[in-house]
């Protein structure tokens, strides 16, 4: 766990070393101080397309960093070869990948915190002051991170047993079909074929549901967020990710490095 | 008696290609040997024959197809044994965006050092592998000597007892070399074995207590560089002056520099080629003995495996 | 090699436990989700011109992706017997602007908008809107003007235009002979049993979807009641002429020799006469059900 901790660390440590990141960042604040003036031309729903526009460019920055990094944070080890080195210290496979992990979702946090902080501001600025029920701008946030990390345990895992370009595409499509996964079990079953609407319905569980951490519309309209769901959200977000892990974990201690 | 350092026994690696991985490419066959405590060990062979892929096995990096390796009397998975073991990788490649200092740093964390520890260790090591003046600089920035070095201080940053090297000397410049020789012996003198590999041959010639070698996945001979050496059969070399052109029959096999002449003749014909020259009126310089060196042993070996390798493809088509 | 092993046995651990774990989180997370009640948009782009601009070289793909939408959303409200459906036109609309030869989206977009609630959303005005311009990309398709007839036939009563549409659709190739019959029988008699069975039952046999066969079949089974309630009171007339009251159950008419048998409905079950002495389904029929439905709904949609 402590060896874990040092790589986590460490995989915080060159995120923040890299430029590309405070560019994006950069960028999410620029959108959100853009809302700021789109929110002075759309009268009545200033704080509406404020929200909306902020958690959204937060939520694509996020999706930008938490994809390619990702999928970098193994495939790059491994390519450039300063994984053989690490892995000749006393760390298990296992452990790396969780360091890993953890100093993605580390920097994920600090960054989304940063964005998240901005945001708040923009609010501020329209509104001279914020209300209890604000907090859900904060709710919609932490929703997002769960979102990222999930997404950067899926990134892992493939980039564990496949080239980064396919892992990419693999989580980019795994990404989008979970926004539709609601979708998938709105269907009208009783229409299809008894095997047909099984299959859908297991596939609506196995899937990430990405939908779940949405709720950027009751954030928009300051609509409270029930504390129940913010609990399941957080449980649901570990207990995939332990599974993605754990499979990561499993496939990346038998691969032979090249 | 002691367990030896590295035990290896029957390791092999085979690599699937091709489509759908049908196809193996044997890397490693049947590797068998030890390293006794203490010893510098050299494992030499040409590009390709299987040096890195017994060294990464042995480091867990790769897996075997067949066959088990033990380092310290424990088995190659157990990672924790690797807390006792130093490494440096073939042409190694570190963090880029740390310096020096923090990449060896970020390594000595893996091992349980106090921070004082961490720091004093840090510092020996950069001044040990002359890298002081360098410590701030971004790896970046680094040239490829530059590099090795930083892997070379990694390797034996807590005070290993088996350090393995994969070709410490390449890519360095005559100084740097002189002074990796020089960290090995004095590795060496603190009573730590060091494997190592190469494909210089006069680097193993002088530092090792014993060398296997490998061609073409297989180990051909492990021993003393000395007595491999001895397996070859030896000759005698004539150094005479000559001056004029006498008719001497012996004269067309030697090779001339100005009037000073080379002849090697095997042992049994000396006397008579002595006669021969001195009744030419040649004036004999010097006579000695002719060892075959491990750059011929080697060869041999090499040429040997080609021409099987050729007969393998032919038989192949 | 041993931490290995390890990793594989948590794995067939972590995998089962952890998906038993999501399904039930999942559960819960739904049931939250729906206790908010948030009414989600299903249309966020409203104009199709734009959905068009944006769809690139790809708007066919789109007009399919809107399309199962289509499906999806009446499908949800169908199912959950929702009878507001706002959204169907401005879906149906983007789907057929994207794509104008989808001819599937004018037919049955038609048939979900036309019907009063609880089969259609009640909009006559805007399937007929629908199968026009259908029939302005695919002029030379004569089921279009089928399904115009139809929509005018069931929903408007307005008989000269179905008739006048049946005529014109005849005129097309390939156009079944029974659609010229149809236009001079409509033109004449106006709504008849066997004009609508008719139709129905073309409908039954034309489709490949098993909902759109579903309702057909529903409906032909609601029009053989209807038409065989129709003729039972007729007979329970000519029962009261000859005793001089009316009967009270089927097997009067039966004594009587009006009948041979019990009468019973497509499904099987006996009719019966009701409290007002006219004939009726069976309490048990599960016809009674979608007839009863159908009444309600035609009393609450204007």
């Known amino acids: 766990m402590r060896r874990a901790g040092v790589v986590a660390l460490n995989t915080f440590r060159e995120a923040v070393r890299d430029r590309v990141l405070y560019n994006l960042v950069f960028f999410a604040l620029l959108m959100i101080a853009a809302s700021v003036a789109v929110g002075q031309i759309s009268i009545g729903i200033e704080q509406t397309v404020i929200v909306s526009l902020g958690l959204s460019a937060i939520s694509v920055i996020g999706l930008l960093i938490s994809i390619f990094l990702g999928v970098a944070l193994v495939s790059k080890e491994m390519d450039k070869r300063t994984l053989y080195t690490l892995l000749a210290k006393p760390v298990r496979r296992s452990e790396f990948l969780l360091g890993k992990f953890a100093g993605l979702v580390l920097t994920l946090a600090v960054n989304t915190a940063a964005m998240a902080m901005g945001l708040l501001l923009a609010m501020l600025y329209v509104k001279h002051s914020l209300e209890r029920s604000d907090t859900v701008v904060l709710v919609a946030v932490y929703f997002i991170l769960l979102k990222l990390a999930l997404i950067v345990a899926l990134a892992l895992l493939f980039s564990c047993f496949t080239t980064p370009l396919l892992a990419i595409l693999f989580t980019v499509g795994l990404y989008s079909a979970g926004l539709y996964v609601q979708e998938l079990r709105n269907l009208p079953i009783e229409v299809m074929s008894p095997p047909m609407s099984a299959f859908t319905k297991w596939l609506s569980y196995l899937l990430p549901n990405f939908e779940n951490f949405n709720v950027m519309a009751m954030a928009a309209h300051g609509r409270v967020v029930p504390g129940a769901l913010i609990l399941q959200n957080t449980l649901y977000a570990v207990v995939y990710c332990t599974i993605v892990l754990t499979a990561a974990a499993a496939v990346f201690s038998r691969r032979n490095l090249k | 008696m002691p367990d030896p350092a590295i035990e290896i026994e029957n390791l092999t690696k085979e690599y699937p290609f091709g489509f759908l991985h049908l196809k193996k490419r044997t890397s490693l066959e049947g590797l068998s040997m030890q390293v006794e405590m203490g010893d510098v060990f050299g494992f030499i062979g040409p590009n390709g024959a299987g040096k890195s892929t017994t060294i990464k096995l042995l480091m867990g990096l790769i897996f075997p197809t067949a066959g088990s390796a033990r380092i310290l009397g424990k088995p190659i998975s157990d990672v924790e044994m690797h807390g006792d073991i130093g490494y440096l990788p073939e042409q190694p490649y570190f963090y880029d965006y740390l310096t020096a200092a923090e990449v060896l740093d970020y390594f000595a964390r893996f091992h349980d050092l106090t921070a004082a520890d961490r720091k004093d260790r840090v510092d020996r090591m950069l001044r040990k592998v002359g890298l002081e003046t360098a410590r701030k600089i971004q790896l970046r920035k680094y040239s490829k000597g530059m590099l090795q070095r930083v892997g070379l201080a990694q390797a034996i940053l807590h005070d290993p007892k088996v350090v393995i090297l994969d070709e410490p000397m390449s890519g360095l410049d005559p100084v740097g070399r002189r002074e990796v020789r020089d960290i090995i012996l004095e590795l060496k003198k603190d009573g730590k074995t060091v494997m190592f590999s190469t494909h210089i041959l006069s680097d193993a010639e002088t530092l090792c207590d014993r060398v296997g070698v490998i061609v073409g996945g297989k180990l051909r001979g492990v021993g003393a560089p000395g007595t491999l050496v001895d397996m070859k059969t030896l000759g005698m070399e004539i150094l005479f002056e000559l001056t004029g052109t006498a008719n001497v029959p012996l004269l067309s096999k030697a090779t001339r520099t100005g009037d000073c002449y080379r002849l090697q003749v095997p042992e049994e014909e000396l006397y008579a080629a002595i006669e021969q020259l001195r009744g030419a009126g040649a004036h004999i310089l010097s006579v000695s003995q002719v060892k075959a060196t491990l750059e011929e042993f080697f060869m041999n070996l090499v040429e040997a495996d080609r021409a099987q390798g050729a007969a393998v493809e032919v038989s192949g088509q | ?302």
């Open chain 3, 1 to 302: 090699m041993k931490s290995e092993k390890s990793i594989a046995w948590l794995l067939l651990l972590v995998v089962p436990l952890g998906f038993a774990g999501i399904w039930r989180l999942q559960h819960g997370i739904d049931a939250q989700r729906a206790s908010i009640s948030e009414e989600r948009d299903e249309v966020l782009l409203r104009s199709p011109k734009l959905v068009k601009a944006m769809s690139l070289e790809y708007a066919p793909l789109l007009a399919d992706i809107y399309w199962t939408r289509v499906v999806q959303y009446y499908g949800n409200k169908h199912l959950r017997g929702q009878a507001n459906l706002d959204l169907l036109w401005p879906l149906l609309d983007i789907t057929t602007a994207l794509d104008p030869n989808l001819v599937i989206a004018y037919r049955f977009g038609a048939m979900f908008l036309s019907p009063a609630a609880p089969g259609g959303a009640g909009r006559p005005d805007l399937a007929v809107q629908l199968i026009q311009r259908g029939i302005q990309a695919n002029p030379e398709y004569w089921r279009l003007y089928e399904d115009l007839g139809f929509v005018y036939y069931f929903d408007l009563k307005d008989y000269q235009k179905a008739s006048a549409a049946f005529l014109e659709g005849s005129k097309k190739p390939n156009a079944l002979v029974w659609m010229k019959i149809m236009a001079a029988k409509v033109a004449a008699e106006g709504e008849s049993f066997e004009t609508s069975l008719f139709l129905w039952k073309d409908i039954y046999d034309t489709s490949a979807d098993p909902s759109v066969k579903k309702n057909a079949l529903m409906h032909l089974q609601l029009l053989t009641v209807k038409e065989d309630c129709k003729q039972l009171d007729a007979l329970a007339d000519e029962y009261a002429k000859r005793h001089g009251k009316r009967p009270s159950r089927m097997s009067d008419l039966v004594q009587a020799g009006l009948v041979r048998g019990i009468p019973r409905d497509p499904l099987g079950f006996p009719y019966v006469f009701g409290e007002g002495g006219k004939a009726e389904l069976n309490l048990d029929s599960p016809l009674l059900e979608k007839q009863l439905m159908f009444d309600r709904f035609k009393n609450v949609v204007p």
